[in-house]
C-alpha cells in the first residue's frame, strides 16, 4: 500500500506511542535477565533496571499526552521524560536515543517512511553525542549499526523495524568481538541487548503483536571472571553519579570540568535541562562543578564498590541512603560510609521515586535511610512502603532525624557484623548525644515570644526558636554560647558554614567561637544553603 506521491503510508502518532509503550514492556519483561549479564563499563547489575526504569518513565509520561498529538511530539513527549527519569549509562543513551528519533519523526501531522530513516539516523547520532569517548560493542554501534541498515531499507514502517530488530541482533551478537572485557566473560553487552529489546517492543506494537509473557534466556557471566574482577576491586572504585542540571550556558566547560581522566562521563541537554552521569571518586566535586555551572535539579550517587558487594557477593551489612544539600555534606556523608546520597533538604524535598531508586540501587535487604529534614521523612516512609511491596522487597528504616549535622552524627555509628535493629539503635543513640543549633533569614515574619521580622537572622537549637538578631555572625556566636552553657562536659563544637559564606570569614567565627566557650572548634564546608551556620556540639 503507497500514498499518491508513491510513499509508504506514515506513522501516525497512535502508533508511536504503541510502539514507546512495547519498548518499555519488552524491557521491562528482561530487567533481571538484562541485570544478569551487566559487564561493561562496570558489572553492577543495573543495566536492565535503569534502562526499564528510564522507558516505564517515557511511557507513564504519555498518559499525558493527547491523543490526537502527531507523531513526533508523541516521541519528543516521552524522550523528556526519559531524560528526567532514566538512570545509569543505559538509561542516559537511551533516553538520548529517544531524544533523536524523536527530532527525526518531526513533522507535518504523521510521519512516513523517510523520515522514520531519519529518525534512526538522529537516534544514532545524538546517543553517539551523549558520551565523552564513545565505545564500540556498546549501545553506541548497535545505535549506529541499525542506522545503516534502515536508511537503506526499503518497505513500509513495519518493514523498516523488522530490519532494524534484525540488524541490532546481529550488532549485538558482534559486540564481545568488539570488546575484550565481554568475550572474557562470556555476555554480550547488556545495554546493546536493551537496546534491541526496545525496537523489538517497538516492533511488535507496530505489527500488532504481544508481549511474550516469557522472558528470553540470555546467559550469566562467566562465574570465574566475575570472581577475578571483584577481587581486583578496580572496576568498582567511585560512585555512579547522576544530575539533572538547569540553566548550564557553557555545556563543553563542564565536560572539561568533569570529564579529566575519566572515559565515563555522559552530558545529554533537554530544554533548559541538562542530564550527567559519570563515574567519579569524588561525587563532591562533580557537585560543586554542577552547583557553579546552573542550579542542580537533581542529584544521586551510588557507592559502585557497595551495590556489587550486594550484587554478587554474600554482604549483609545494611546499606545507608543519605539525603545532602551542599558539596561538603555529599563529602562528609561519603566519607562516612554512606552508600548513596541523594539531593535535598531545605525547600528542595527529594521526591518518593528518587528514595526508593536510590535504595532499589544499592541492593541491600536492608537500607538505612537519613532523611536529615523532617519535610522528607514522610517521602522515605512511602519509599519504604514502595520498597516492601517490590519484586524483589527491601526493609527501608527509616531514621527521624531534622538536620544534616544530625545525619553526620548518625553515620559515625555504623558498624558492621550486627544486626540491623542494633545499628538503627546506635545511630539513634549517637544523634542525642549532641546538639544541634541553626542560624537562617526569617522567610516571613513570625510572631511568638520571640518576634522575628522578615529577613532578620533568628537562631534554633534543637528545632525551637531560641534568639534574633540584626547580624548573622554575632547570632551564630551568641547561640554557641547557649549551646555550651547547656551541655556540662561538652568538648566539641563541629562548625559547618554554608554556601554563601567564604573560607576566611568561617575561619574568623570558629576562633571566635573558641575564645568565647573555650570548646574546640572543627570547621566544615557544608555548602548548605539557607543556613549560613550549622553547628553540632557533643
Request: glycine share 10%; charged share 20%; aromatic share 4%.
Amino acid at each position: 500500500m503507497t500514498n499518491s506521491d508513491g510513499s509508504s503510508p506514515g506513522l501516525s502518532g497512535a502508533q508511536v506511542r504503541r510502539m514507546i509503550q512495547g519498548a518499555a514492556g519488552w524491557v521491562a519483561l528482561h530487567r533481571e535477565a538484562l541485570n544478569q549479564i551487566n559487564v561493561f563499563p562496570v558489572p553492577d547489575g543495573d543495566t536492565g533496571a535503569n534502562l526499564g526504569r528510564t522507558l516505564a518513565a517515557a511511557s507513564e509520561s504519555l498518559d499525558e499526552i493527547a491523543e490526537e498529538a502527531p507523531a513526533h511530539e508523541i516521541a519528543a513527549a516521552a524522550a523528556s521524560a526519559a531524560l528526567l527519569g532514566g538512570r545509569g549509562s543505559s538509561g542516559v543513551i537511551g533516553a538520548q536515543w529517544l531524544r533523536g528519533f524523536a527530532s527525526g519523526l518531526a513533522g507535518d501531522g504523521d510521519a512516513g517512511d523517510a523520515s522514520l530513516a531519519r529518525a534512526f539516523v538522529a537516534a544514532a547520532d545524538a546517543a553517539r553525542n551523549a558520551v565523552s569517548e564513545p565505545r564500540d560493542g556498546t549501545m553506541i554501534s548497535v545505535a549506529a549499526d541499525t542506522a545503516t541498515a534502515v536508511r537503506s531499507a526499503q518497505g513500509d514502517p513495519a518493514s523498516q523495524m523488522r530490519i532494524a530488530v534484525n540488524a541490532a541482533y546481529e550488532s549485538v551478537e558482534y559486540t564481545p568481538e568488539q570488546n575484550p572485557v565481554l568475550k572474557d566473560a562470556g555476555v554480550v553487552d547488556a545495554g546493546a541487548r536493551g537496546l534491541e529489546f526496545m525496537l523489538r517492543g517497538m516492533a511488535g506494537a507496530l505489527a500488532g503483536e504481544p508481549i511474550p509473557d516469557v522472558p528470553a534466556e540470555l546467559g550469566a557471566i562467566d562465574p570465574g571472571w566475575l570472581a577475578r574482577r571483584l577481587d581486583s576491586g578496580g572496576d568498582f572504585d567511585g560512585f555512579c553519579t547522576e544530575l539533572v542540571v538547569a540553566g548550564v550556558e557553557d555545556i563543553e566547560g563542564l565536560r572539561e570540568i568533569l570529564a579529566g581522566d575519566d572515559e565515563t562521563v555522559m552530558l545529554a541537554p533537554d530544554g533548559d535541562d541538562l542530564r550527567v552521569h559519570i563515574h567519579t571518586v569524588e561525587p563532591a566535586d562533580t557537585y560543586a562543578a554542577a552547583d557553579a555551572a546552573g542550579r542542580i535539579r537533581v542529584f544521586r550517587a551510588v557507592d559502585m564498590r557497595a551495590q556489587a558487594a550486594r550484587t554478587h557477593e554474600s554482604q549483609s551489612d545494611p546499606a545507608v541512603v543519605a539525603v545532602a544539600q551542599g558539596s561538603g555534606f555529599v563529602r562528609v556523608f561519603t566519607e562516612l560510609g554512606a552508600a548513596a546520597i541523594v539531593s535535598g533538604g531545605a525547600a528542595d524535598n527529594p521526591s518518593v521515586e528518587m528514595l526508593f531508586s536510590a535504595a532499589e540501587s544499592v541492593k541491600g535487604r536492608d537500607v538505612i535511610v537519613l532523611p536529615n529534614n523532617h519535610n522528607v521523612t514522610p517521602a522515605a516512609e512511602r519509599a519504604g512502603e514502595l520498597a516492601a511491596a517490590a519484586d524483589e522487597p527491601q526493609r527501608l528504616h527509616v531514621i527521624h532525624n531534622d538536620s544534616q549535622a544530625e545525619g553526620v552524627a548518625a553515620l559515625t555509628a555504623l558498624i558492621g557484623g550486627v544486626p540491623v535493629d542494633d545499628v538503627v539503635s546506635e545511630m539513634q543513640e549517637a544523634m542525642q548525644s549532641v546538639r544541634i543549633g541553626r542560624v537562617t533569614l526569617a522567610a516571613r515574619t513570625l510572631e511568638g515570644d520571640t518576634p522575628i521580622a522578615e529577613g532578620q537572622p533568628f537562631a534554633m537549637l534543637d528545632g525551637e526558636i531560641v534568639g534574633a538578631g540584626s547580624e548573622i555572625d554575632e547570632v551564630g556566636r551568641s547561640l554557641a554560647e547557649r549551646m555550651a552553657e547547656s551541655l556540662s562536659g561538652a568538648s566539641l563544637f563541629t562548625l559547618y558554614f554554608g554556601a554563601d559564606v567564604s573560607e576566611e570569614r568561617a575561619e574568623a567565627m570558629a576562633e571566635q567561637i573558641e575564645s568565647q566557650t573555650g570548646i574546640e572548634v572543627d570547621l566544615v564546608a557544608g555548602g548548605q544553603p539557607h543556613y549560613p551556620w550549622l553547628l553540632a556540639l557533643e
